[in-house]
């Protein structure tokens, strides 16, 4: 994929969720309190974990580095069900959109941190009634690493990632979250070399429902 259109694809969604954003709140004023409870920033997750994954060898002779990574990240969760309505979706289970802030100490190949954050879009797999809600997503963002590697010449990189997750409810609005992703890291030919880093990430943390 083409750098032009990731850097759409970043930037269309982060204008998507702003307008949303600015829309609901003009439609709560204008509609009886009973109605509007909850609003369209519907949650909050808080997670950390840990990634891996072997890079590059730097020759035949040598063994694959480790890239290991402790992400801690942040969703804020906003309710699509509305924007969905009006085109005639409107299923049981959740339909989320995250905005994703995350930093990441990086302690192989080298002391290394990243920063950065992603637009994800998540699904539910059973209604959310359920005190167990398996779920799906995916998304794309951008990132800024310390340092650069082998496989990345830039410090500035995007990123694609897949996730399947759950919750398990302890409370009405507060429950454990897992997710295991996969995650595609690559600066689209910004600068060589551009060999890609792809990581695996076992997330466990909380979330509290607004």
Not at 3 to 23: Q, W
Not at 121 to 140: A, D, M, N, R, Y
Not at 172 to 182: I, M, P
Request: aromatic share 14%; hydrophobic share 40%; charged share 20%.
């Amino acid at each position: 994929m083409k750098i032009y259109l990731k850097l759409f694809i970043v930037i269309a969604l982060g204008l998507f969720v702003t307008s949303f954003a600015f829309a609901d709140e003009t439609a709560v004023e204008a509609q009886p309190e009973a109605e509007t409870a909850g609003g369209v920033l519907k949650g909050i997750e808080v997670m950390t974990g840990f990634g891996w994954n072997k890079l590059k060898a730097k020759s035949d002779f040598d063994s694959k580095p480790d890239y290991n990574m402790y992400p801690i990240v942040v969703d804020f969760d906003f309710n699509l069900k509305d924007l969905t309505k009006k085109i005639g979706i409107n299923p049981p289970s959740l339909i989320e959109f995250q905005l994703e802030p995350y930093i990441a100490p990086v302690s192989s190949p080298s002391a290394n941190v990243e920063v950065g954050n992603s637009f994800m879009l998540k699904v539910g797999l059973l209604p959310e009634t359920s005190k167990f809600q398996p779920f799906i997503k995916g998304g794309v963002g951008m990132v800024y690493m310390s340092t650069g590697t082998q496989e990345q010449g830039s410090k500035f990189n995007f990123i694609e990632s897949g996730a399947v997750g759950a919750h398990f409810f302890f409370t009405k609005n507060t429950s454990l979250v897992t997710e295991f992703r996969y995650r595609h890291l690559s600066n689209c030919g910004i600068e060589e070399p551009n060999s890609g880093i792809n990581t695996y990430q076992a997330l466990a943390g909380v979330s509290y429902k607004f």
